[in-house]
């Protein structure tokens, strides 16, 4: 499936965080959300973003926004990584799998970010490093595709900030 494009409604969601605790994207309804993809726990550039929020994550409060992040590793994985790295906001587990083991996640598709990508010579899918910012009515009112970690929080803040 495609990126959602600003101004479409953000698909519908329900996954477990770090706790096993459910969260729909309605349970955010009139404010903001970043919700950001990322492709794997405890990797550098992943913990580097993680981290990024997190130490944004007062600001994000103020603005009333609510921060969520998404790849398709277990909830184990996602307690282990919180733990290590600090990480206070929901980590959600996009880790339903097919038949033979295989990552099959449900979330990440209706997203646009789960795509086949390329790694010397092999070809596998995996989630490409994107964030969107949602608005309080459920919309798209932002979406960063293809992501660089440095400064990236700090773009999403003051979007946030934009919004009001």
């Known amino acids: 499936m495609p990126l959602i ?62 921060v969520l992040a998404i790849s398709i590793l277990t909830t184990k ?3 282990k990584f919180a733990e290590k790295e600090g990480l206070t906001y929901p980590l959600l587990a996009d880790d339903r799998v097919d038949d033979n083991k295989k990552p099959d996640p449900a979330v990440c598709p209706k997203y646009g970010v789960w795509v086949e990508k390329s790694m010397y010579g092999r070809t596998y899918m995996g989630i ?17 595709d293809k992501v660089k970690v440095p400064g990236h929080a700090e773009e999403v803040l003051g979007e946030v900030k934009l919004l009001g």
């Open 77 to 79: 994985s996602k307690l």
């Open 5 to 66: 494009d600003p101004g479409k409604k953000a698909p519908a969601f329900t996954l477990e965080d770090q706790h096993a605790n459910a969260h729909r994207l309605s349970d955010y309804a009139g404010r903001p959300v970043v919700l950001f993809f990322y492709p794997k726990d405890m990797t550098s550039g992943c913990t580097d973003e993680a981290c990024q929020f997190q130490d944004l994550l007062p600001k994000f409060k103020r603005s009333k926004a609510a």
């Open 128 to 144: 490409q490093r994107t964030t969107y910012l949602i608005d309080a009515q459920g919309k798209v009112a932002r979406r960063w």
